[in-house]
Every structure is written in structure tokens, then in C-alpha cells.
């Protein structure tokens, strides 16, 4: 069973940053794409940013320019720096995996973002 263990959130205000990380337990065969999503309260799930196996990156608009997601392949790691964060930031973020045979979620990790 593989577990993605999430690391990084907490209370940061305006303007600030923070880094999510998440760590797979164990390597995955068939990854295609690494990704974090954020689901705020009364809200459904969203993209944030995605790479894929090729290394191409995607971003949702409204993260654009603040947000950058990276990979560590010998550390089976996806990481997620979050700068000039604001308040419409806070949600809570999933790691996501996708590989050719499965879809692998984290527990998700609360960033909250005050004014």
C-alpha cells in the first residue's frame, strides 16, 4: 500500500510562504503525473499545479507566478512553494499521483492564509 505523506501547511499571513512537501512511501511504477490540488470550505476540489513524467508543468490561473512545483525523483518527493500568498489561498492541499494503474491521494494538509 502506498502512502503520500503531506508536510508544510499552517497559519501564515498575507504576503507570506510557505513549502508543501509530499513523500511517497515507497517508489511507484508508472508515475504520469505528480500534482497538488486545494479544496477550500464549501468549495470543490481544484488543480493548483501539475508535472508530469516528461517534466511538463501546469498552474492554475490564479496561482500563476506565486506557486512553483518541483520534483525530487531520488527522494520520491513533489513539493510545492507557495509565496505571496493571500487569503483566497486558504484551503486544504492534496498531493495527488497518477500513475498508469492507479490514482494515489495524500491526507491533505491545512494552509490558512489571515489578512
Known amino acids: 500500500q502506498v502512502q503520500l505523506v503531506e508536510s508544510g501547511g499552517g497559519l501564515v499571513q498575507a504576503g507570506g510562504s510557505l513549502r508543501l512537501s509530499c513523500a511517497l512511501s515507497?517508489?511507484?511504477?508508472?508515475?504520469?503525473?505528480m500534482g497538488w490540488y486545494r479544496q477550500a470550505p464549501g468549495k470543490q476540489r481544484e488543480l493548483v499545479a501539475r508535472?508530469?513524467?516528461?517534466?511538463?508543468?501546469n498552474y492554475s490561473d490564479s496561482v500563476k507566478g506565486r506557486f512553483t512545483i518541483s520534483r525530487d525523483n531520488a527522494k520520491n518527493t513533489v513539493y510545492l512553494q507557495m509565496n505571496s500568498l493571500k487569503p483566497d489561498d486558504t484551503a486544504v492541499y492534496y498531493c495527488?499521483?497518477?500513475?498508469?494503474?492507479?490514482?494515489?491521494w495524500g491526507q491533505g494538509t491545512q494552509v490558512t492564509v489571515s489578512s
Open positions: 508535472i508530469t513524467s516528461g517534466g511538463s508543468i
Open positions: 495527488n499521483i497518477q500513475s498508469t494503474w492507479n490514482d494515489y
Open positions: 515507497r517508489s511507484i511504477f508508472g508515475i504520469r503525473a
